[in-house]
């Protein structure tokens, strides 16, 4: 359990994105992010230069396009959503080969579309070149509450433990002449889910003991801390990002 | 571990509604965090974390809703208020989708008061008003605490799905016209379903550990008042 709090998400990779520190990326990842929604659906060319940006980052942080496309259909649903637009949206109405939609609904799916697609991408950058650890000392060093990193930290912890300790529990199924299969083992699992629950959480009081005992008082050691506190020429180098979108989003309120 | 996105993305609804409800969340949030630090004790730090983890891996099942294109998930807002109580309960959910956002691109980073508005605040407030009036009005068995588990749940989820339409009635950045009542329509019987799968969940989760660890679960806890047993405060806490 000692390794691996790298999650799924996090790109293994040296480069001067997977060297800022956390803070740093996270403030600029969300402040992109308030640019991008509040940029005019009308004006295109923005979002255009939107993704320009994120596609600079994404070279400078070696995260190939492939990968990017791939984790990009988490926002699926809501493309499904967004495409359903143009035909319910109420209003005027135009017509595009054939079909009569509503402008409207073709703008709110293009809106919906393009932010919902251009903040995955921001998010899926920020996993990519930082791993979990320095995720919750970023949100700790962003004067972010203490019991809501704690609870964060734990969390993370214990999704290892729930994982493990239901594929023991999977294991002492089969081991008992239990057939999963498909859909059958859903049941199986789900009169186990309570006893899951209890055994994780008995182990985890044990690593939460274990801690206590050595020393843990609510925050985690320096030690723990891989890299040092931002200093204020690596905010300014990742404060590029926002002040582009943010002088991309004026302009095109300007002109809009 | 491929997910699917669930929670509101960007551009869904409108910077100045989106707005109102970060500010609305953050007092919410801010609120809790005060509560949140006298419940939190050596039980309830590990029990926080669990449920945290446990809601993260159950929000992972996802349940297209096609018609729409919507689509639903179990919420955890329950289990989290009965296990942990309401303050600590709604800071998880709220940890639970702050991380889905930063780094799972789950729900949109600007959105994320609007989530939280629902999931956290609302869900967790109807789930835990429900369960301190069911526990006092049914029965103290299994059976009474089965009930009130499944019932919270099922309505948490159901409300809170409505707020997702409330916010989509204030600020959609499309307007739907008379198709929003269909939204809504179609929101409450898609989450009416998840509502009862989630509420089989916490029903059996809760029996299990209220049978064996009765001391876990907050919401007896609460019910009692003398507790018998004081556990001294070592760390973790302040």
Known sequence: MGAGHAHVLYREADSPVHRL?????????????????????EALWAFGAYALLVAVVAALA?????????????????????????FLGAGERTEVAGLHLSVDGLYGAWNIIAKGTLGVWASLLLAATTNTRDLIVGLDRLRCPQILTQIATFMLRYLDVLVGEARRMRVARISRGDDPRFVWQLRGFAAGIGALFLRAFERGERVYLAMLSRGYTGRMPTVWQGTAAATSGQWLIAATVPVLAGTVAATAAVLT | MEALAMHISNGIINGPVAAVFAVIALAAMAYCVMRGRQDLDDRLAPMA?????????VQMLNFPIFTAGVSGHLLGGALAAMLVGPW?????????????????GD???????????????????VAYLLIAVLLRVLPRTPAGLAVTAFVSALVSVVVAAMGFV????????TDLGGN???????????????????GLITATTVVTVAKVRPDLVYALRALKPAAPVTVPTVGGVR
Not at chain 1, 63 to 84: G, K
């Open chain 1, 21 to 41: 520190p956390p803070e740093v990326k996270i403030a600029a990842m969300v402040a992109f992010t308030i640019a991008v929604v509040a940029t005019p659906r």
């Open chain 1, 62 to 86: 070696r995260v190939n396009a492939r990968w990017l496309l791939l984790r990009s259909t988490i926002e699926l649903p809501f493309v499904l959503f967004a495409v359903a637009l143009p």
């Open chain 2, 49 to 57: 974390g669990l449920v945290a983890a446990f809601i993260f891996a």
């Open chain 2, 88 to 104: 600590v309960g709604a800071l998880c959910v709220a940890v639970v989708l702050v991380v889905q956002a930063l780094v799972f």
């Open chain 2, 107 to 125: 729900g949109g980073v600007a959105m994320l008061g609007l989530n939280i508005t629902n999931m956290a605040v609302i869900g967790i407030a």
């Open chain 2, 166 to 173: 409330l916010q989509y009635q204030l600020g959609g950045t």
């Open chain 2, 180 to 198: 929003l009542a269909g939204l809504a329509g179609t929101m409450a019987v898609s989450h009416l379903f998840i509502g009862i799968g989630e």
